[in-house]
Nanobody, 124 residues
Framework: QVLLVESGGGLVRAGGSLRLSCGAS????????MGWFRQTPGKAREFVAA????????YNGDSVKGRFTISRDNAKKMVYLQMNNLTPEDTALYYC?????????????????WGQGTQVTVSS
């Protein structure tokens, strides 16, 4: 069992930046692909970014390309999401997730473990 805990959310003005963190405990973190998703009330969960177990591969969802960067530190069992040039459309509950599969995925049902989420609110 892997426990994930997100932090770093908050209120920021449009154009600002935030860095989300996700700490893992249990399991073998360095063997897990990691992802970030977000969700707003009444909408489906949206893929934000994913990173491979080694950190050697990563990709973003279309809506955050060029603005968000995912990274990880396997020694610290941490994954991060650096979010720059935020817009009100980025307001959501952000979730960290872990995938035991062989390949990285942007599909939420591929992920096995989820955190409780951290709220990001961007004001205009």
């Amino acid at each position: 069992q892997v426990l994930l805990v997100e932090s770093g959310g908050g209120l920021v003005r449009a154009g600002g930046s935030l860095r989300l963190s996700c700490g893992a405990s249990g399991g073998t973190f360095s063997s897990l692909h990691m992802g970030w998703f977000r969700q707003t009330p009444g909408k489906a969960r949206e893929f934000v970014a994913a990173i491979s177990w080694s950190g050697g591969s990563a990709y973003n969802g279309d809506s955050v390309k060029g603005r968000f960067t995912i990274s990880r530190d396997n020694a610290k069992k941490m994954v991060y999401l650096q979010m720059n040039n935020l817009t009100p459309e980025d307001t959501a509950l952000y979730y960290c997730a872990a995938d035991r599969g062989l390949e990285m995925s942007r599909l939420d049902y591929h992920y096995d473990y989820w955190g409780q989420g951290t709220q990001v609110t961007v004001s205009s």
